[in-house]
Every structure is written in structure tokens, then in C-alpha cells.
């Protein structure tokens, strides 16, 4: 949390359906979900930092803070509490005001400026749901997250009704759809993982390395993968990889060779029988894994997924590619200077630990 780097706009319910008690738990969460050491405001010498305004919402919505109101954690836990310490008199509870003035605010103060790259996150504390037509929140929703905000949605009720959960959960992005009561009391440290979560991502249109290829709400890993449909040799491809601050992508398990198999079946340029470059070579008799340039290659693990007949004792085969033989992929070596095919190469994520600019660059 000491070193996300965000923009975020709380959307609160202080409709009288929310109740006084709720209002304060909601105000507890959200100023504790930020704890001492994340960075809030704008630092000029530190880019990791995230910027949280503050919405909230009944019949028509309200901005408590924009997104340079708060400049530190004392003017967040002191915002929060006094916005959130009295209900409003309106039992009507329209999300779609609160999420639309929340598109507002990112419109006017993150898109397009120089925080423009910052990942976007609403989080939405709702007690309860009205709203048809016009004042239907899905569409607003919809819109958020076609321009890639994520939404969090805790439904913040004593006594959590199924409908309400149910009218929350295509508001949320896939997966970030949470409720204060049910998640058994730590709603800080599931709203913390979520913003973590939401904080890692590849740039570039890469593919980001996670739990199933096919859903791609599952869980991200800290690793993005970029097939590269340019007939290259295995040195040069390495070469390249190195020159996009990149390294040749690592198989250590059958999970992850078999997601690259998926990843790059639905790349143009790649074609059956597969065939690309891996980061496996041999130096000095022993296998090892490509790693970004400077740091030590990493020795061959258990775990390894040979053709068969290979590897091929040989002084100058000390390339790895991948090659498709019937539905198998698995590994050949190959001479590093004359065998030219397709590559992987693969970065480390965008995340809390690796801040990126505005180009995609760590
Ligand atoms: C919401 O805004 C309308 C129009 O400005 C106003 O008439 C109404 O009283 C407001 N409702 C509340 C609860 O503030
Ligand atoms: C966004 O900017 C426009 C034009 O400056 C202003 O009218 C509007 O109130 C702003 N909205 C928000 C939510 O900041
Ligand atoms: C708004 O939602 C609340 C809580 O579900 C409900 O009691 C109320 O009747 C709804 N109001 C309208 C106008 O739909
Ligand atoms: C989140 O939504 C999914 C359906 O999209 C549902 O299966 C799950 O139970 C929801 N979780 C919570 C906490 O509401
Ligand atoms: C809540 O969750 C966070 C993050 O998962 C964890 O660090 C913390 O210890 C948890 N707190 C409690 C009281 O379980
Ligand atoms: C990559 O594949 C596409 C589609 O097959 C092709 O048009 C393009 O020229 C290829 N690029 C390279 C560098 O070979
Ligand atoms: C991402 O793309 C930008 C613009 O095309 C480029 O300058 C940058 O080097 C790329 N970054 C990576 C990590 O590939």
C-alpha cells in the first residue's frame, strides 16, 4: 500500500437507507483502506503516489473532495469523517448520479492530463438501489469501464440482502464485486488487494500473464508476455527482448507454457506448427533462463518439457524454441545464430513495485 499509485473516487450512499451506523463503518473502512505510508496527493519527487476524491450520493450527488483536495493521509481520515457524519434526508439512493459525477471528476482531472496513465478506480459503498431508465447505473457503468476504470462495489448494509448483491455485481468489474458484512470483517484488507490488484497491469497491449487464459477476470500475475511474429534467430531475439527492457519469456511450470501455447494460438502470425524462442539456453553445460539483462540467468528447475529425442547433445545447440509436433508443443534446442523463427519476450508488470510512464516504460 506504501507505494500504490492510483486515481480514486470513493462513490458513498448517504441515503437514509444507509443508516447512521453503516455511514461511520463505511467512513472507518475507507480511511483505514489507506493506512500511513500510501502517498496521497502529488509529489514532484515521487511518482508512486495515489490522489482519492470523495463522492457521495442519494437523489443527487455531491462532491465531498475532487482530487486534489486531500494532499495527505491526515486530510483524507479528517475529510472522511467529517463528509460522512450525517445521513441525508433523501430515502431515494440514484448510484447513476454518483457514478457520473465520479466520471465527471476523472474526466476533468486524470484523463488526458499528466496522471493521465495512473490506473482509474471508483469504489462504491452502497446501502441500497433505485434507479430505472434514465437513472438506470448500468450504462454509466458501462461507459467507466469501457475506458478502463475499475469498479469496486461493497455493499455496505448490516444485513446483506441477495438482491442487493445481485444489482451490485454488474456494476463492479468481473471479480470486484464485494459486501462489507459477508467477507467476514475485513473489508480494509479486501478492498486493499483489490487496489492492489488494480494497480498491476501491462502496457502496451501485452498480454498479461494470469490464473486462465480463457477468463480474463481471473487472477493477474506480476508478468506481461509479447509474442513476436518477426522471424528472428535466438540471439537476436534475446537482442530485442533486451532492447524493450524485456528479457526471452520463462516456462518454470507446465501452467505457464501452456497459457503462452494459448496466448500466442490466437496471435496473428503465429501458425500452426508452432514454433517461437524461449528463454532457455545453455551456458557453460548447464540449461539456465533468459532474465532482464544484468541480473543472473536462472539454473533449469525440475519442471521441463522436452520433445521427444531432445535436447540434442550438441556444443552448438544452446537455443530453446518451442515446436509443435501433432497437438504437442515442447522444447528443441537449436543453434542460436541459424535457426530464425518467432519470439516471446517478457516484462515484469506494471505494479506497486514498478512504477511505468506515461510511454510504458519502468
Ligand atoms: C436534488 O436536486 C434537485 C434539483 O436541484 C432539488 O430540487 C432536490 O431538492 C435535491 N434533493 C436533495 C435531497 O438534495
Ligand atoms: C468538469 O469541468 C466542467 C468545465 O470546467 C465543469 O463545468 C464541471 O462542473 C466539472 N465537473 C466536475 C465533476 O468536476
Ligand atoms: C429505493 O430503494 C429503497 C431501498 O431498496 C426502497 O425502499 C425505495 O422504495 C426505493 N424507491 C424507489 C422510488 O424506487
Ligand atoms: C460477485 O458476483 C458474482 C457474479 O457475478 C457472484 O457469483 C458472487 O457471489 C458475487 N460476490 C459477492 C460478494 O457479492
Ligand atoms: C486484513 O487483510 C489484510 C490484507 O489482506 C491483512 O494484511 C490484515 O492482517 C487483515 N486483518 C485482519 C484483522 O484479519
Ligand atoms: C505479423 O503477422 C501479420 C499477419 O500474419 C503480418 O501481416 C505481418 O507482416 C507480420 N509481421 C512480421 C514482422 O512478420
Ligand atoms: C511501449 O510503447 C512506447 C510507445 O510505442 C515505447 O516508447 C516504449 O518503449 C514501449 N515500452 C515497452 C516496455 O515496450
Not at 462532491?63 to 430515502?91: E, P
Not at 519476450?345 to 513495485?353: L, P, Q, R, V
Amino acid at each position: 500500500m506504501t507505494n500504490l499509485w492510483l486515481d480514486v473516487v470513493a462513490v458513498v450512499d448517504n441515503s437514509k437507507g444507509m443508516t447512521l451506523d453503516m455511514l461511520s463503518g463505511v467512513a472507518a473502512v475507507l480511511a483505514s483502506t489507506f493506512n500511513v505510508d500510501t502517498s496521497i496527493g502529488i509529489d514532484l519527487d515521487n511518482p508512486r503516489t495515489t490522489r482519492l476524491g470523495l463522492v457521495t450520493y442519494n437523489e443527487n450527488a455531491t462532491i465531498n473532495a475532487d482530487l486534489n483536495t486531500y494532499q495527505s493521509m491526515y486530510d483524507v481520515v479528517s475529510g472522511i469523517f467529517d463528509s460522512l457524519s450525517a445521513l441525508s434526508s433523501s430515502r431515494l439512493s440514484y448510484l447513476s448520479n454518483g457514478l457520473q459525477t465520479a466520471a465527471d471528476l476523472l474526466k476533468n482531472q486524470s484523463f488526458g492530463t499528466l496522471r493521465d496513465h495512473y490506473k482509474k478506480v471508483v469504489i462504491v459503498y452502497a446501502a441500497s438501489y433505485n434507479g430505472t431508465g434514465k437513472l438506470d447505473p448500468l450504462p454509466v457503468a458501462q461507459t467507466l469501464k469501457d475506458d478502463g476504470v475499475i469498479i469496486i462495489t461493497v455493499a455496505s448494509v448490516e444485513h446483506v440482502r441477495q438482491e442487493l448483491l445481485n444489482e451490485l455485481a454488474p456494476i463492479a468489474s468481473p471479480g470486484f464485486n464485494f459486501s462489507i458484512v459477508t467477507e467476514g470483517g475485513n473489508s480494509t484488507g479486501i478492498v486493499q488487494g483489490a487496489l492492489m490488484q488494480a494497480n498491476c497491469y501491462c502496457p502496451n497491449a501485452s498480454v498479461q500473464y494470469r490464473e486462465s487464459f480463457v477468463d480474463k477476470s481471473s487472477t493477474p500475475y506480476g508478468s506481461c508476455l509479447h509474442p513476436i511474429n518477426d522471424s528472428t534467430s535466438w540471439k537476436a531475439s534475446q537482442l530485442s527482448c533486451r532492447n524493450h527492457k524485456a528479457y526471452l519469456a520463462t516456462e518454470f511450470t507446465q501452467h505457464k507454457h501452456n497459457f503462452i501455447v494459448e496466448s500466442v494460438t490466437s496471435t496473428t502470425g503465429f501458425h500452426p506448427p508452432l514454433s517461437y524462442h524461449i528463454g532457455l539456453n545453455q551456458v557453460l553445460g548447464k540449461w539456465v533462463w533468459d532474465q532482464p539483462q544484468g541480473l543472473p540467468q536462472i539454473p533449469l528447475q525440475s519442471y521441463s518439457d522436452w520433445n521427444p529425442m531432445f535436447p540434442i547433445q550438441s556444443s552448438s545447440m544452446n537455443g530453446v524454441e518451442n515446436f509443435q509436433n501433432g497437438q504437442m508443443t515442447g522444447w528443441q534446442n537449436i543453434d542460436q545464430l541459424k535457426v530464425s523463427t518467432n519470439y516471446i519476450c517478457e516484462s515484469y508488470a506494471c505494479d506497486t513495485d514498478n512504477y511505468c510512464d506515461a510511454n510504458g516504460n519502468m
